[in-house]
């Protein structure tokens, strides 16, 4: 494995930690966006593969090592583009080779899991496509086991848009069935799904709840606000709009005994993580726009 932080699935205490996705607003590289993250005080990042995995295994391990010495815990984020239920055979084969691409950064890196849109439902009924969901992970895992990839876990993440697939139920029955597999829960995109429904602290509490139970307390979730319309997510935004509302869920986070990675999506990056990380101390934000 790569000689990174390997952050644990299990903790005995609450681990809290906090970083962006992708990189920083200045950094040019991913090794530079984890140096910076180090010296920012921040302990998290998610390597961001979302246009295509492929870095090189020198390049990858190099970001490992340095985020093993800085205590930066690494997931990623697998290619957007991945679509395990494409009504096209090719699209559904280069969407498992992807995923496995993903996977083998992971194990350079030393980070246990990623994140992976599964795609549409391709006008499929939603049993029949988390069905078809389940088989392409199952070829995934093959590959995997195939090419010596171990150690990572693949994280379904709940989508923002009604014509994507996975809700929490879907997401669910995957995990049932295959043990390789967490869910990844992204607060905003449920906000946005739900037509604003993540509003109370026992919304955040249900969503957390659920999580953790399917994932041996650990709890790797993705936070930001969100624009949203009656189709469900139209673009992300900066934390302090409030939608949803950081300060609601923060509570909860900190009650959890689980090891908690939080990603934050915003397009404000290291800002709006220092934001998140103020809230969890117990800082007055205000409007949050100082």
């Given at each position: 494995m790569?000689a ?9 205490r609450?681990?809290?930690r ?26 998290a ?25 800085l ?16 009504k ?15 996977a083998?950064?992971c ?9 992976v ?13 988390t ?24 994280g ?17 029955a995957?995990?049932d069935?295959?043990?390789?597999v ?63 509302d ?19 999506e915003s ?7 220092r ?16």
């Amino acid at each position: 494995m790569g000689a990174g932080l390997i952050w644990p699935l299990r903790n005995p205490r609450s681990v809290i930690r906090v970083g962006p996705s992708g990189s920083t607003t200045t950094a040019s590289s991913t090794l530079e966006a984890v140096r910076q993250v180090g010296d920012l005080g921040m302990t998290a990042l998610e390597v961001n593969y979302v246009h295509g995995a492929r870095a090189s295994e020198g390049t990858t391990r190099a970001v490992g090592e340095a985020a093993g010495m800085l205590g930066v815990a690494l997931s990623a984020h697998a290619p957007y583009y991945v679509s395990l239920n494409s009504k096209e055979e090719a699209t559904r084969r280069s969407s498992v080779e992807h995923v496995v691409e993903t996977a083998r950064r992971c194990m350079w890196l030393g980070a246990p899991m990623f994140a992976v849109h599964a795609g549409s439902y391709s006008g499929m009924p939603p049993d029949q496509a988390t069905a078809g969901v389940v088989a392409r992970l199952l070829e995934v895992r093959r590959r995997m086991d195939e090419a010596g990839v171990s150690g990572v876990r693949i994280g379904l993440e709940t989508t923002g848009r009604k014509s994507a697939w996975g809700t929490m139920p879907e997401i669910e029955a995957v995990c049932d069935e295959l043990e390789f597999v967490l869910p990844v829960v992204d607060f905003s995109h449920l906000h946005a799904r739900s037509a604003g429904g993540m509003r109370r602290r026992r919304d955040f509490a249900e969503a957390v709840d659920w999580a953790v139970g399917l994932s041996d307390h650990l709890l790797y979730c993705h936070f930001q606000s969100i624009e949203f319309s009656d189709k469900g997510e139209v673009r992300h935004l900066p934390v302090n709009a409030w939608s949803p509302d950081f300060r609601v869920l923060a509570p909860v986070l900190l009650d959890l005994d689980a090891d908690v990675h939080l990603i934050c999506e915003s397009p404000l990056l290291e800002k709006d993580v220092r934001l998140l990380q103020r809230i969890l101390a117990g800082e007055d934000v205000g409007d949050g726009s100082g």
